[in-house]
């Protein structure tokens, strides 16, 4: 149980063009989406939470109007970095965490995107 | 400063030998503590995870310790694989926040 994926596993796309991540929670329910990115050799870096219905919070220096966050449903979140540039190149990891099993702050990550900006 | 720090940065050990990797952290209020693995280009898969009043935690090869008063714990890998080449990441929870604070990762490289 507790599954998450993410679509696509891999994009390349021309700079100034937007492109969308999803992410789902195959067989529970994720009241609470988290963004990572993550550079080569480096750990994970939060970029945002999302509750479902409600609005993203971002973290410190993540701008909000560049990657647009939208978590609709208990299952779906997305991603969509828009005007995306070379320096947005990197692995994306989304996590879901929801109420089951009992601990609250159990986090279940996604297998990760890689976006390539040309 | 919540914090997590690892040591060692990376690690090259041959097949079949034993390692352990080093985690200090500053996180409070602590909630738990997590090892991930990391294989290269995939999400992190949890390997264990201890609250306050574990000492241990093992899951097959691996086995963590952590001691909550001098906030430290460790990851031993008995009997290495080469399938075992990957970053291992330390997590604290903060159980204020819920957030997941990571440490900087051990970059294992196993050699046949």
């Known amino acids: 149980g507790a599954v998450v994926s993410q679509h696509p596993s891999w994009v390349i796309c021309k700079s100034g063009t937007s492109v969308k991540i999803e992410c789902r929670s195959l067989?529970?329910?994720?009241?609470?989406m988290f963004w990572y990115r993550q550079f080569p050799k480096q750990s994970l870096m939060l970029m945002a939470t999302?509750?479902?219905?409600?609005?993203?919070?971002?973290e410190q220096g993540v701008e909000k109007d560049k990657f647009l966050i939208n978590h609709a449903s208990l299952t779906l979140s997305t991603l969509t970095v828009t005007s995306a540039h070379p320096e947005d190149s990197s692995f994306y990891i989304c996590?879901?965490?929801?109420?089951?099993?009992?601990?609250?702050?159990?986090?279940?990550f996604g297998p990760g995107t890689r976006l390539t900006v040309l | 400063k919540n914090q997590v720090e690892q040591s060692p940065q990376s690690l090259i050990i041959l097949e079949g030998k034993n390692c352990t990797l080093q985690c200090n952290y500053t996180v409070s209020p602590f909630s738990n503590l997590r090892w991930y693995k990391q294989d290269t280009g995939r999400g992190p898969v949890s390997l264990t995870i201890m609250t306050f009043s574990e000492n241990t935690k093992s899951n097959g090869r691996y086995t963590a310790t952590l001691d909550a008063d001098t906030k430290q714990s460790s990851l031993h890998i008995t009997a290495s694989q080469l399938s075992d080449s990957a970053s291992y990441i330390c997590v604290v929870s903060d159980s204020g926040t819920y957030k997941y604070i990571f440490g900087t990762g051990t970059r294992l490289k196993v050699l046949a």
């Open positions: 996590s879901a965490r929801g109420a089951s099993g009992g601990r609250t702050d159990t986090q279940y």
């Open positions: 999302s509750n479902e219905g409600s609005k993203a919070t971002y």
């Open positions: 067989d529970f329910q994720a009241t609470t």
